[in-house]
């Protein structure tokens, strides 16, 4: 069985957002702004992509929203500092580990994606019967 681009991106965005909580509360300030930074710029790009070169609505509103808090989250971490920018990553990471398991709902449980899953083979030809003499 093939995993769908949309699993994939979204298990990313998943493990990145976990990193994000874990260097919120892990690394000091400064440091923590330029890793949040850094990772929010690369799931941002990765999922505004995403939503540009799909064709389907339901992966560039999920992608899109990602995105946008993505966007919002790498300039929190340039603009704020102290504790302040530390409960805004880790809440921004959150967020994005939120929307992305939210979308990954919805594309697994998509009537569509179902449909696609499934197999059609057909049932291997019988023998013939043989009389016992």
Same mark, same amino acid.
């Given at each position: 069985?093939?995993?769908?681009?949309?699993?994939?991106?979204?298990?990313?965005?998943?493990?990145?957002?976990?990193?994000?909580?874990? /260097? *919120?509360?892990? +690394? =000091?300030? !400064? %440091?923590?702004? #330029?890793?949040? @930074?850094?990772?929010?710029? &690369?799931?941002? $790009?990765?999922?505004?992509?995403?939503?540009?070169?799909?064709?389907?609505?339901?992966?560039?509103?999920?992608?899109?929203?990602?995105?946008?808090?993505?966007?919002?989250?790498?300039? /929190? *971490?340039?603009? +704020? =500092?102290? !504790? %302040?920018?530390? #409960?805004?990553? @880790?809440?921004?990471?959150? &967020?994005?580990? $939120?929307?992305?398991?939210?979308?990954?709902?919805?594309?697994?449980?998509?009537?569509?994606?179902?449909?696609?899953?499934?197999?059609?083979?057909?049932?291997?030809?019988?023998?013939?019967?043989?009389?016992?003499?």
């Amino acid at each position: 069985m093939k995993l769908s681009k949309r699993f994939g991106l979204d298990i990313l965005f998943v493990v990145g957002a976990a990193f994000l909580v874990a /260097a *919120a509360m892990a +690394f =000091s300030t !400064p %440091v923590l702004g #330029w890793v949040g @930074f850094g990772v929010f710029t &690369g799931l941002t $790009v990765i999922a505004a992509a995403s939503a540009i070169m799909t064709r389907r609505s339901g992966q560039k509103i999920g992608h899109g929203v990602i995105g946008a808090v993505g966007l919002w989250a790498l300039i /929190a *971490a340039l603009v +704020f =500092s102290g !504790p %302040v920018m530390m #409960w805004l990553v @880790f809440a921004d990471a959150i &967020g994005i580990g $939120v929307l992305a398991l939210a979308d990954l709902t919805v594309h697994e449980s998509m009537t569509e994606n179902v449909v696609h899953r499934l197999e059609v083979t057909q049932a291997p030809a019988e023998a013939p019967h043989r009389m016992a003499v």
